[in-house]
């Protein structure tokens, strides 16, 4: 993403500084204000990725952080200096989006992501296991076998698919954290398995 706004002249840097909202608040009254600029700071001539931005309409002190923003981000010390990027569900964006009238205008284009379909939440579950694996390798040469899901038969193929695709109809399916969160779980129950086994 910071590659392609680099790579058109844009920024100065093809970094991305990812950051959630609750980064930009501070937990005590004077804190916010500088806390928002000192973020925006870092991401001068980088894309500044804000995710969870929804969280900016919760709360006094969010609401601290929003109004900053939107301040700091017509100054010239900011203006057209930094690519923000606000991330989160459409409702949560939209409801952020009508709490403060400055932000529309401020944040005009909007990109939709489709969600991960059955089959790719697959390879992403496969490639996720297989970094935990090497990274497990690395540090302590503990075998870990995850042929299962690296060479899988076709039929947890199509059990893993049916999974992800009846997880992806419900209302609280968060796509590819969803699977980053299982593919942890896998791997620690893998791993707690194979310690019980060996004692």
Excluded at 2 to 8: L, S
Excluded at 115 to 123: A, H, I
Excluded at 168 to 184: G, H, I, Q
Aim: aromatic share 8%; charged share 25%.
């Amino acid at each position: 993403m910071g590659q392609v706004y680099y790579d058109t002249g844009l920024l100065a840097s093809n970094e991305v500084i990812e950051t959630s909202a609750t980064d930009l608040v501070g937990q005590y009254v004077g804190q916010t204000g500088p806390k928002t600029q000192q973020l925006l700071e870092r991401g001068l001539g980088k894309v500044l990725f804000i995710d969870e931005a929804y969280r900016l309409a919760e709360g006094q002190f969010a609401k601290e952080a929003m109004d900053e923003l939107v301040d700091c981000i017509t100054k010239p010390r900011f203006a057209r200096k930094l690519i923000i990027i606000l991330a989160g569900y459409d409702a949560d964006i939209n409801r952020l989006m009508s709490i403060n009238p400055g932000l529309t205008s401020r944040f005009p284009e909007s990109l939709q992501f489709e969600p991960l379909r059955p089959r790719m939440c697959f390879k992403l579950l496969e490639k996720l296991l297989s970094k935990q694996q090497k990274e497990v390798l690395e540090q302590s040469q503990t075998k870990f076998d995850i042929s299962c899901v690296q060479c899988p038969d076709p039929d947890l193929i199509e059990k893993l698919t049916q999974g992800f695709d009846t997880l992806s109809k419900t209302a609280s399916w968060s796509n590819a954290r969803d699977v980053e969160t299982l593919a942890t779980s896998i791997f620690r129950k893998t791993i707690t398995t194979m310690q019980d086994s060996s004692a």
